[in-house]
């Protein structure tokens, strides 16, 4: 192949993965559009359920002892009548929260809550498997589930339990809060990435008659439609959305209420965050793998074939982004050699394109939640700098995923943290970090190079663009090499407090 024609390929390459990658920002763009032509459409119950049912409230818990004793007292608090009440402590835990929840369970139950703590001998199926095994041992219509780290408002299953007088619906989810937003600039930055996914995402799918899915917490389930459908499967790491478009797809109909939030902890360490990416994204493509030929076979409209495509295939975007990486210095030092500098005239309407679909997506998730979205501003840069670093750590999930490598379930460690409280470097749990750092600072050096060079030979017009990239790997490398702890961890003292 003539050097010439490696040139020529080379930009093409270039100008098809940024093709790519403005498709997936146009259709978050899409998303802001449905979500404010669908805004004022609030679902409503369709009337009211005949006596109130009896509810299983299932914790899949596993190795939770900062958080277990604060969730089994805010589920023990919720307002319903306590004879209609189950709660199943899911505990696969191979350390000290055992003994913990154990006690916890004890002390409840002599306060006459119907409280069980089940434990299994190993955690065959991970989450979903524990889902499943406290499925089949439960007596209620209905289960509601929470992960370790939430605390439910009191009112939240009475918010929740009206829109089943729809026989249709199988399952109603309550938007995620935080309650460690203002914690750290990690957690910050991670509050609003969620708010954009619950607030635009999941609002404009429902509300324009598309799918969504479960997240695997603050949602209650109609029990048949679990079961009509086979229940939990293990066979992906996101058991949480395969279970939601089986459903969908047998014609179940979801209900997601905006408006009714249940407070979680966020990851306050890079590694922490970075492991919980790496399963959601794995665990996406995974589902896309097993279900899109089963959608685009159904006898559902395009519309929603094709948001499922999207919703579903969105993650590819983190390995377009590493490709752009590896391409865009090629093609900056190409173009001006052959004298074709007028093309990068088109780098800015689809760099500008992705960025402002971008920004308007998660400016609108802040602005309808009441925030100071004018503030939010502020932290845009550091949102898309975020955005491009974890591109190295989620594109190995994406590639895990595509060539079939089984992988367990890892946990997000939960620390106990809310608003500006505690301390996570003297707690016990550890992500487990991987070479993306390794990467990351790789390519943050690579890009400085870059951009030293840009100046020197006077590739003006490639600047701005390689700044964006050395930002946003420079960015994660330091938060990543931030989050190592310092101190080693404090002892786990474990004290029981049961309200009286």
């Not at 729809?166 to 600039?185: C, F, I, K, T």
Request: one cysteine or more; a positive charge.
């Amino acid at each position: 192949m003539s050097n010439q024609t490696t040139q020529i390929a080379t930009l093409a390459a270039y100008y098809a993965v940024l093709a790519l990658l403005a498709m997936y920002g146009t259709h978050r763009a899409m998303m802001v559009r449905l979500y404010y032509r669908h805004r004022r459409d609030v679902p409503r119950p369709v009337g009211e359920l005949p006596k109130l049912p009896r509810v299983t409230v299932q914790l899949p818990i596993y190795n939770e002892v900062y958080v277990v004793e604060r969730l089994i007292a805010a589920v023990a608090a919720l307002d319903y009548p306590r004879e209609l009440l189950e709660i199943q402590v899911l505990d696969d835990s191979t350390d000290e929260t055992r003994d913990v929840a154990r006690r916890a369970v004890e002390a409840y139950r002599r306060q006459g809550y119907d409280i069980a703590h089940r434990t299994r001998s190993d955690r065959h199926g991970y989450k979903a498997g524990a889902l499943q095994a406290g499925l089949e041992g439960s007596t209620g219509e209905y289960l509601l589930i929470f992960d370790a780290d939430f605390v439910p408002r009191p009112d939240l299953l009475r918010e929740l339990l009206p829109h089943f007088s729809d026989p249709a619906v199988g399952m109603v989810q309550a938007r995620w809060e935080h309650l460690n937003r203002d914690y750290s600039l990690l957690t910050r930055i991670q509050s609003i990435f969620l708010d954009g996914h619950f607030v635009i995402e999941h609002t404009a799918r429902h509300r324009s008659g598309r799918f969504f899915n479960f997240n695997g917490t603050a949602g209650i389930w109609r029990r048949r439609c679990l079961e009509e459908i086979g229940g939990w499967q293990s066979d992906t790491l996101t058991e949480d959305l395969d279970v939601s478009y089986r459903a969908q797809l047998a014609g179940w109909r979801f209900v997601y209420l905006k408006d009714v939030a249940a407070p979680a902890e966020l990851p306050a360490d890079m590694n922490g965050f970075k492991s919980q990416q790496h399963r959601w994204t794995k665990g996406s493509i995974q589902t896309g793998r097993k279900l899109l030929p089963a959608i685009f076979r159904s006898g559902y409209s395009w519309k929603v074939k094709v948001e499922a495509f999207f919703h579903l295939t969105n993650n590819f975007s983190h390995l377009l982004v590493v490709l752009l990486a590896l391409l865009i210095v090629p093609a900056i030092v190409i173009r001006e050699r052959i004298g074709w500098r007028r093309m990068a005239i088109l780098d800015f309407p689809l760099f500008f394109g992705a960025t402002f679909s971008f920004i308007a997506f998660y400016v609108s998730s802040q602005r309808e939640i009441g925030r100071d979205w004018k503030r939010m501003l502020r932290w845009m840069p550091l949102l898309l700098s975020l955005g491009i670093g974890m591109s190295l750590n989620n594109m190995h999930a994406v590639l895990e995923a595509l060539v079939n490598r089984k992988t367990e379930f890892t946990r997000t460690p939960k620390f106990g943290i809310e608003a500006e409280k505690g301390d996570w470097k003297t707690k016990k749990y550890r992500a487990s970090g991987n070479l993306s750092l390794t990467a990351e600072v790789v390519l943050a050096v690579y890009f400085f190079a870059a951009i030293v060079f840009a100046v020197k030979y006077g590739y003006w017009v490639g600047v701005p663009f390689l700044l964006v990239f050395f930002n946003g790997f420079a960015y994660t490398a330091i938060f990543s090499l931030a989050s190592r702890p310092r101190r080693p961890p404090a002892p786990v003292l474990p004290q029981v407090e049961v309200p009286g």
